[in-house]
């Protein structure tokens, strides 16, 4: 087995790779993705004053983007109109203002914003054409990190990778084409030396929200633009899915809307896990919990 970590869209990665390849072509392989998510960092992160995101925020008119920016917002779209227009890549700017900005200054303001409708301002034109009708703050946080996963995975597949672990700060995708699964821990949110259950993977992705790693004041990162503030009634949320942009980015939904919203429209398995620590799961999350 061969291996390679790095820290990029704020998160830490972790690749594995089974395969029985040489150290030239292990290499090449890494050098493939760090060059591509140093790239997508660098032009889509709302921390970076040279990124593309932060070149539109509080801009106007029409712009020229690249094949997967538009990929990213019309996904956007479709679970913006799924969860009740609660999860939106508009939410920057409810995230600067409780504290959560490029300075990481960490201090709320006085007054926190409303978010724009998303319908109303922006419009994808095509697959290299936007038009920003209204100034926003986009962030792709909500997205990110099960969109890098799921490309690194097709990149994997391109070199002929038969089996492979990308984590992704927890949002994991296992492939292997023999009978073998991995188990996946979940951890506790209030502790993380300990997990609540133990479940097993295999050519699927699992994915883990969590408000317990990015907390400041009162809040944490998963906001409900409706509330100005996170859901305190859940802690921890898990999804099963074919693959990894669907998984996470349903368990950050979970937060906000029911799982019914989106079961006609994706296939995935989930668990919701409350403050009393009482567990929600659909039927085919087939966990093992801990008392």
């Known amino acids: 087995m061969k291996k390679f970590e790095f ?9 594995s790779i089974y395969d029985n390849i040489d150290d030239v072509f292990f290499e090449q392989i890494k050098s493939d993705i760090l060059a591509w998510i140093n790239d997508f960092d660098n032009k889509y992160s709302r921390f970076k004053d040279s990124s593309v995101v932060s070149f539109l925020n509080n801009k106007i008119g029409v712009f020229s983007v ?21 999860f939106t890549p508009l939410i920057g700017s409810m995230l600067d203002d409780l504290g959560y900005d490029k300075n990481y200054t960490l201090i709320p303001k006085d007054k926190i914003n409303n978010i724009s409708d998303l319908y109303e301002s922006i419009k994808i034109l095509d697959k ?8 926003v703050n986009l962030d792709f ?10 490309v690194i995975k097709s990149k994997l597949e391109k ?27 979940l951890e506790n949110p209030n502790n993380f030396s300990q997990i609540i259950g133990t479940i ?12 317990s790693r990015r907390k400041w004041d009162k809040y944490h990162h998963i906001i409900d633009p409706d509330l100005k503030k996170q859901n305190d009634e859940i802690v921890a949320t898990w999804v099963i899915a074919e693959n990894t ?14 799982p019914e919203n989106f079961q006609n429209d994706f296939k995935f398995e989930y668990c919701i896990l409350n403050k009393d620590m009482k567990i929600k799961k ?10």
């Open 128 to 135: 290299n054409k936007i038009e920003i009708i209204k100034p």
């Open 200 to 211: 097993n993977i295999k050519n699927q992705s699992i994915c883990a929200s969590s408000g």
């Open 66 to 86: 690249r094949d997967d920016f538009s990929e990213i917002m019309t996904w956007y779209f479709k679970l913006y109109k799924l969860s009740n227009h609660k």
């Open 141 to 150: 946080g909500g997205v990110g990190k099960g969109y890098c996963v799921d």
């Open 7 to 15: 820290d990029s869209i704020g998160s830490h990665f972790e690749i």
């Open 245 to 258: 942009l669907i998984a996470d980015t349903i368990a950050t939904c979970l937060f906000m809307c029911s």
């Open 282 to 291: 659909s039927n085919g999350f087939d966990a093992k919990f801990y008392q």
């Open 159 to 185: 070199y002929n990778i038969k089996k492979f672990i990308v984590n992704g700060a927890g949002d994991i995708f296992y492939k292997t084409n023999d009978t073998e699964s991995i188990i996946s821990g």
